[in-house]
């Protein structure tokens, strides 16, 4: 079960894991928050969330090219890369990728 929202969560972030949950229903979701190691570059936004970071572990992705999985990532998240998220790094893992890795 992924952890709760954590209380430092921005909209964005809260966004994000709402629609990744309801997608895919995964047994992990972590999300990081790397707007400000990127404060002063391209697409960087005042208000903290522009840069993200996304470990997700479902079962949803079994039988997806690596292609496919940030594909279906992308499509779960719709418009909130239209002024919202300037940049998302993906790691979507089956939950047998995520034990041989120890990710999960």
């Known amino acids: 079960m992924p952890e709760?929202?954590?209380?430092?969560?921005?909209?964005?972030?809260r966004m994000l894991r709402a629609r990744l949950e309801t997608a895919f229903a995964p047994s992990e979701l972590r999300i990081e928050n790397q707007s400000e190691r990127h404060r002063g570059h391209a697409g960087w936004d005042?208000?903290?969330e522009s840069h993200f970071a996304v470990t997700?572990?479902?079962p949803a992705f079994e039988g997806m090219s690596r292609i496919?999985?940030?594909?279906?990532v992308h499509a779960a998240l719709g418009?909130?890369?239209e002024g919202r998220i300037h940049a998302?790094?993906?790691?979507?893992l089956t939950p047998a990728e995520a034990a041989s890795r120890g990710a999960g």
């Open 4 to 13: 709760p929202n954590p209380p430092t969560e921005g909209p964005v972030a």
């Open 46 to 48: 005042p208000s903290g």
């Open 56 to 58: 997700i572990v479902s």
């Open 68 to 72: 496919a999985r940030q594909r279906a």
């Open 79 to 81: 418009g909130l890369f």
């Open 88 to 92: 998302l790094a993906i790691r979507a």
